[in-house]
Nanobody, 123 residues
Framework: QIQLVESGGGLVQAGGSLRVSCAASGRPFSTLNMGWFRQAPGKEREFVAAITWSGVITYYVDVKGRFTISRDNAKNTVYLQMNSLKPEDTAVYYC?????????????????WGRGTQVTVSS
């Protein structure tokens, strides 16, 4: 069983930056494919970014150039650095993991999820 715990959310003004983290346990982290998703009130959960166990990265088009996903296998942690934040980035941000499906943008491809961390961007 894989456990995921997000941290680092908060309130930030538009144009500001925030970094959210996700600590994983229960399985060797270097073997996990990781993803970040977000869900705004009244909307479906949507893909933000993914990084495979080998370091291949994909982004949702609306965050490319503003957000950066990275991983530190020594710390069993994946990060999402968010710059130039916009009010429309406001959402609960979820970390997801799967040992087999790599780099998917689909929620169905990830079997393990954290509880989420709230990110609020004020205008």
């Amino acid at each position: 069983q894989i456990q995921l715990v997000e941290s680092g959310g908060g309130l930030v003004q538009a144009g500001g930056s925030l970094r959210v983290s996700c600590a994983a346990s229960g399985r060797p982290f270097s073997t996990l494919n990781m993803g970040w998703f977000r869900q705004a009130p009244g909307k479906e959960r949507e893909f933000v970014a993914a990084i495979t166990w080998s370091g291949v990265i994909t982004y949702y088009v609306d965050v490319k150039g503003r957000f950066t996903i990275s991983r530190d296998n020594a710390k069993n942690t994946v990060y999402l650095q968010m710059n130039s934040l916009k009010p429309e980035d406001t959402a609960v941000y979820y970390c997801a993991a799967d040992p087999q499906r790599a780099g998917s943008a689909s929620t169905a491809a990830y079997n393990y999820w954290g509880r989420g961390t709230q990110v609020t961007v004020s205008s």
